[in-house]
Every structure is written in structure tokens, then in C-alpha cells.
């Protein structure tokens, strides 16, 4: 009782750079190797200070000083670190138990106030090694927002894969119905499904494929070269 802090359970070590400061035990034989162990963990000082769950000199879940959060691993780099050595692991379930039309799902939200218009509001990224132990990217899916104004908001849904070393969007959905594949963002070497597909395709814009209503309709095609065009009304403008 009295002022200044509350009532608590405190654990003290006044030793430098002691590795356990304190902890809650655990212990089903007088083996170290079979303890159970939940407490804090300091390394050198309490900046560096995590809280562990351990058993059997294990590191199952690490909360850093940071609030970095890990599940089978004991110095996560990101918000959430999950890591398993086992095959098809780590998984993550979301589970709905309920008699329900709609089951779970995932929100990936940008709340900021001044959003802009190409931002992206979520990516999953598939990563890997290669040959040389460099962590390579080798898919990736996102969302782009191309038009941010109030009614009138377009996004597109890109799906990269890696080629020859160069990651770059293969198929892209777009909000207006559009489908592109191959879709190298320069204007060239692209086939395009949709109303208006590469309808504002830049000047020198070659190798392409479009299909659809309007298609090339009202682009600059001015030496634009090798590009296929189908549809009614198609190159229209050029």
C-alpha cells in the first residue's frame, strides 16, 4: 500500500548483464532439461529485455521490447514472426464455428487521411532462397489504387511472378472489367481483354494484343507497330 506504484510480484536482480532477470518456473523433474519456463529474459540490459514462454530450454512465443511478437521463433523482426522447421508449417487457421452465411476473413485497410491516388493497400508476398542464399521474391499479389476520388474510385489487382530474374506483373484485373497478361507496365508486349482495352496506349507502343469493344479506339498509335487489334470499332481513333 501507499502512493507511487501499485501492488504487484516484482522480480530483482541487481547483477549487470544477467541473462534471466526473473521469471514464473515451471518444473516437472529436477532436470533442467525437462523445465517448463514463462518469464522475462534480459540480455545485457532492459532495453533488450523480452518476455519468453520456453519448454525444455525452448522458445515457443518472445515478445520483444519492441512489441515485436514471435511463435516458434525468439528475436521476431516483424510484428508477427512465425517460424517452424517441419514440413507444410507454420500454418495459420481463422475459424468460424457458427452457423453463418459469411465465415472469416482477412482486412487489409490504409486509414490514413490523405490517400492518394496508385497507393496500394495490401500485398502478400511469396519469398524464398535461391541458389546463392539470397532471400528472392518470387510472387507477389496487390492492390493498386488507381483513382482515389469520391465516386468515381478505380483499383486494379496486379498478380507478379518472377522470370529470368525480373519480377513483374503478369496478370492484372482492372475495376473497369479489363484483363491483362504480360503486363509490363511500358506500354509494349501486352495482351488486354475489355472495353477500351489499351484504348490510351502511348505513341511506339509495340507487341501488343487487345480485344474488345473500342479497343486502341483513342489512343496516340502513332508509330506504334506489331500490335493485333479485335473488336468492334477497334483503333478507332488512330
Request: no cysteine; charged share 20%.
Amino acid at each position: 500500500s501507499g502512493t507511487g506504484a501499485s501492488g504487484g510480484i516484482a522480480f530483482s536482480n541487481q547483477h549487470e548483464n544477467t541473462f534471466r532477470k526473473g521469471g514464473i518456473y515451471f518444473n516437472r523433474t529436477e532436470s533442467s532439461a525437462n523445465r517448463g519456463y514463462i518469464g522475462i529474459a534480459v540480455d545485457g540490459n532492459d532495453s533488450s529485455s523480452n518476455v519468453d514462454a520456453d519448454w525444455t530450454g525452448n522458445t515457443k512465443m518472445a515478445i520483444t521490447y519492441e512489441g515485436l511478437v514471435g511463435i516458434g521463433e525468439s528475436s521476431p523482426d516483424e510484428m508477427l514472426h512465425l517460424t517452424s522447421a517441419t514440413s507444410q508449417k507454420p500454418v495459420i487457421k481463422i475459424e468460424n464455428s457458427g452457423d453463418v452465411t459469411n465465415g472469416s476473413g482477412i482486412t487489409f485497410l490504409n486509414s490514413t487521411t490523405s490517400e492518394g491516388d496508385d497507393d496500394i493497400s495490401g500485398t502478400i508476398r511469396f519469398k524464398g532462397m535461391n541458389d546463392a542464399s539470397e532471400e528472392t521474391e518470387y510472387a507477389t499479389i496487390y492492390v493498386k489504387h488507381e483513382d482515389v476520388s469520391d465516386g468515381t474510385e478505380d483499383a486494379d489487382i496486379h498478380f507478379r511472378a518472377i522470370g529470368a530474374g525480373s519480377l513483374a506483373s503478369r496478370l492484372v484485373l482492372g475495376g473497369n472489367s479489363r484483363i491483362s497478361l504480360s503486363n509490363n507496365d511500358l506500354g509494349s508486349e501486352n495482351t488486354v481483354f475489355g472495353k477500351f482495352a489499351l484504348d490510351n496506349d502511348e505513341s511506339g507502343s509495340n507487341y501488343n494484343v487487345a480485344m474488345g469493344s473500342s479497343a486502341m479506339g483513342s489512343g496516340t498509335l502513332n508509330d506504334a507497330t506489331y500490335n493485333t487489334v479485335i473488336g468492334a470499332e477497334a483503333m478507332s481513333g488512330g
